[in-house]
């Protein structure tokens, strides 16, 4: 039997107009030294290239102090990227946190956490053709780290069926060809992912996690500094750009260019340290 919901207080309006705080001030944040940025624009030397097939996902490696850059290549296209520590697959991208520092989207001068106990940068963002879009008036904006990935269990779940090409899967898919490690095990490393080219908000009204046609076109890309050596996966996912639907076989998908270079910014690169924390908890 429906309830009816319960009146508002008296003082429900001054309850509504309370400031808010930003719950991570940032000013003492570590940021990306300008003089390393820059250089990491420049002297650029390609060493490698994946090229990532609509509805697969591929693995890259990428060294301390090179830069790999994600393009668009034929068609407007979106891409979930997992980062990992290359020599310890514990040490992994961290969306949470990086939302809580950066905000709901990322663009130049952001930069990728990883998770506890580590805590440290694991890529800086050094160039965005996509920076100019801005919030639009939806409240959507590119490069989210708020969607967690197009996933079978949720298609299972809302649709019924066993779909096996979101990004979901073909990131434990391509984890496993790279690793060698069984599928149940790599699926276990698999996580929340930074949705590169996705336009995405929170509904005004409902709050609900909304995708928007991509503006990414063939040539726009976005790269970024590796601040450690990075194992990373992308998925070109199932929905194309993502303006109707995600895990589908009908929407229009495109592949995506993933490209390795050395620059100026390369040699004598030092990774940063993992946080400072000493682990004690208070014992």
Not at 35 to 56: H, I, S, W
Not at 68 to 91: K, M
Not at 202 to 223: C, E, L, N
């Amino acid at each position: 039997m429906p309830q009816t919901p319960p009146s508002p207080p008296a003082d429900a309006d001054a309850r509504r107009a309370i400031a808010p705080v930003i719950c991570y001030p940032v000013d003492t944040l570590p940021a990306p030294d300008p003089t390393v940025m820059a250089a990491a624009r420049e002297g650029l030397v390609k060493r490698a290239e994946v090229l990532v097939p609509p509805r697969e996902a591929r693995c890259f490696r990428v060294a301390a102090g090179q830069v790999f850059r994600i393009t668009s290549v034929e068609g407007p296209q979106v891409g979930d990227l997992n980062l990992w520590n290359a020599a310890d697959l514990s040490e992994r991208f961290y969306s949470g946190k990086t939302r809580a520092l950066h905000g709901t989207h990322v663009t130049t001068g952001d930069r990728l956490w990883s998770s506890f106990p580590a805590l440290r940068p694991m890529a800086t963002i050094v160039a965005d053709t996509l920076e100019w879009y801005g919030i639009d008036e939806f409240g959507g904006s590119v490069h989210d780290v708020i969607g967690t990935r197009c996933d079978p269990y949720t298609h299972n779940l809302l649709s019924g069926g066993q779909y096996h090409h979101c990004c979901h899967s073909n990131l434990t898919r391509a984890l496993t060809d790279e690793t060698g490690l069984p599928l149940a095990k790599a699926e276990g490393h698999v996580h929340d992912v930074l949705n590169v080219f996705m336009c995405t908000g929170f509904t005004r009204d409902t709050g609900q996690y909304f995708m928007k046609a991509s503006p990414v076109r063939p040539g726009d890309h976005i790269d970024f500094l590796a601040e450690i050596d990075l194992l990373g996966a992308l998925s070109a996912c199932p929905g194309g750009d993502c303006g109707a639907e995600h895990s589908s076989d009908t929407a229009p998908c495109h592949p995506l260019l993933v490209e390795v270079f050395d620059c100026a910014a390369t040699p004598g690169h030092t990774p940063p340290p993992v946080n400072g924390y000493d682990r004690s908890h208070g014992r």
